[in-house]
């Protein structure tokens, strides 16, 4: 999908600290960092990468005011109107969200209530929190000069924007840049005690077990957690499975890792979530969607990767793996009534697997939708209706097709 909350997210630190910056009790902030601090973290960040320090870095405290201006501004400028709205549709009609939700203004509150600190990839300059904790702010310092220094070294901006519209590299992208930043502000804590994450013990205590911590502390994180599942799973991915991704390049190729993503950055959300494919080359595939029916035409089209559709389960089912092939999707809009139609086919690695998410999509189909009344089923094809309307869902070998939303039977 688009996820417009992960590309803004992708300029914003999380504060959903792991293991190193939780073992201390979490006190207020201090004073501001001079640039003696800052350039001793940089340093010390060169040596674990190899990246070249290549100017000094300028910093500035902010109120949480400020970010949130900074972020609306962030939206206005790298998100079209057009595509939030595409992003908010797609939510809606997969299910992913209400009917009601504001995608726009979720991902402001989203952010604005997680940023401790964050680093402007086009004034090239630091923005550091006035009411994190001193535990917030030290681990966003580490993880926003990671950012600072890759950028000095790879260009941040131009790397993310070279996914071009593609939804699923656009987020493999984002996940280097965030996971690369989340495993060095570990390997920095790590350090400081005399460890290493090449260590496999101090791997297992430090690093995320893909959990991610949605169940965090309703008061302290009130917006992230009454957030839909897939904004809160989306919005941590990059931190969480990009830093699990980063080790796994890095116990392979050493200090040469930090260079080698950005060089050759991985092309979707399974060979974030499964490394031997990103070593093998593994490429996505695209299955093929029907053409939009008579009156009708393409309104957004998109991918679907296995983070989406992991959570579509988990939201709809349980915590079931979905290990499939590739997606897509398009959204058809009718003339002249203006009926918005989802067509979505996944391509799986065997027919089995796609008669088991055939099943499991039956399900999901149930749920999502109040009302749902069978027309005919057998043991690859089911038609139906909705309140969205008329369904098809369908198994041909080891794709899986669904129509939803039409008019009139298909």
């Known amino acids: 999908m688009i996820r417009s909350v992960a590309r803004v997210a992708a300029i914003v630190a999380a504060i959903f600290i792991s293991g190193a910056w939780?073992?201390?009790?979490?006190?207020?902030?201090?004073?501001?960092?001079?640039?003696?601090?800052?350039?001793?973290?940089?340093?010390?960040?060169?040596?674990?990468?190899?990246?070249?320090?290549?100017?000094?870095?300028?910093?500035?405290?902010?109120?949480?005011?400020?970010?949130?201006?900074?972020?609306?501004?962030?939206?206005?400028?790298?998100?079209?109107?057009?595509?939030?709205?595409?992003?908010?549709?797609?939510?809606?009609?997969?299910?992913?969200?209400?009917?009601?939700?504001?995608?726009?203004?979720?991902?402001?509150?989203?952010?604005?209530?997680?940023?401790?600190?964050?680093?402007?990839?086009?004034?090239?300059?630091?923005?550091?929190?006035?009411?994190?904790?001193?535990?917030?702010?030290?681990?966003?310092?580490?993880?926003?000069?990671?950012?600072?220094?890759?950028?000095?070294?790879?260009?941040?901006?131009?790397?993310?924007?070279?996914?071009?519209?593609?939804?699923?590299?656009?987020?493999?992208?984002?996940?280097?840049?965030?996971?690369?930043?989340?495993?060095?502000?570990?390997?920095f804590a790590a350090r400081r005690i005399g460890k290493s994450l090449a260590d496999p013990a101090t791997a297992r205590e430090y690093l995320s077990n893909g959990d991610s911590g949605s169940e965090g502390n309703d008061s302290e994180y009130p917006v992230f957690n009454k957030a839909p599942l897939y904004l809160k799973e989306t919005l941590m991915f990059p931190y969480e499975a990009g830093q699990n991704f980063q080790q796994a390049v890095f116990l392979r190729d050493g200090k040469a890792a930090f260079a080698r993503v950005f060089r050759e950055p991985p092309l979707d959300t399974a060979q974030i979530l499964h490394p031997p494919r990103y070593f093998d080359g593994v490429k996505p595939v695209t299955p093929e969607l029907p053409h939009p029916v008579r009156h009708s035409k393409s309104y957004v089209v998109g991918m679907l990767g296995e983070l989406d559709e992991r959570i579509l389960l988990e939201q709809y089912i349980d915590r079931a793996a979905a290990d499939d092939l590739g997606a897509n999707y398009r959204i058809d809009k009718s003339k002249p009534d203006g009926r918005l139609m989802l067509v979505y086919a996944s391509e799986w690695r065997d027919d089995g697997s796609a008669a088991s998410y055939f099943r499991a999509y039956q399900t999901v189909l149930k749920k999502k939708w109040k009302r749902l009344d069978v027309i005919s089923a057998s043991a690859d094809r089911v038609t139906g209706k909705a309140e969205d309307g008329y369904f098809l869902l369908r198994r041909d070998g080891s794709i899986v097709l669904s129509q939803e939303g039409f008019a009139a039977p298909l």
Do not use: C
């Open 22 to 187: 939780q073992q201390s009790p979490l006190r207020p902030a201090s004073k501001l960092p001079d640039a003696a601090e800052i350039n001793s973290i940089l340093q010390q960040l060169s040596r674990i990468t190899g990246f070249k320090i290549k100017r000094e870095l300028p910093f500035e405290l902010v109120t949480r005011e400020q970010v949130n201006r900074f972020l609306k501004d962030q939206i206005r400028r790298t998100i079209k109107p057009e595509e939030i709205r595409a992003e908010e549709i797609t939510l809606k009609k997969f299910g992913f969200v209400p009917p009601d939700f504001d995608l726009k203004q979720t991902t402001i509150d989203l952010l604005t209530e997680q940023a401790a600190a964050f680093y402007d990839f086009h004034r090239k300059k630091l923005f550091i929190s006035d009411w994190a904790t001193e535990n917030m702010r030290s681990a966003a310092l580490v993880h926003e000069l990671a950012h600072a220094l890759a950028d000095e070294n790879f260009s941040i901006q131009k790397y993310l924007d070279q996914a071009g519209d593609n939804s699923e590299e656009s987020l493999a992208r984002q996940t280097v840049v965030e996971g690369q930043a989340s495993w060095l502000m570990l390997e």
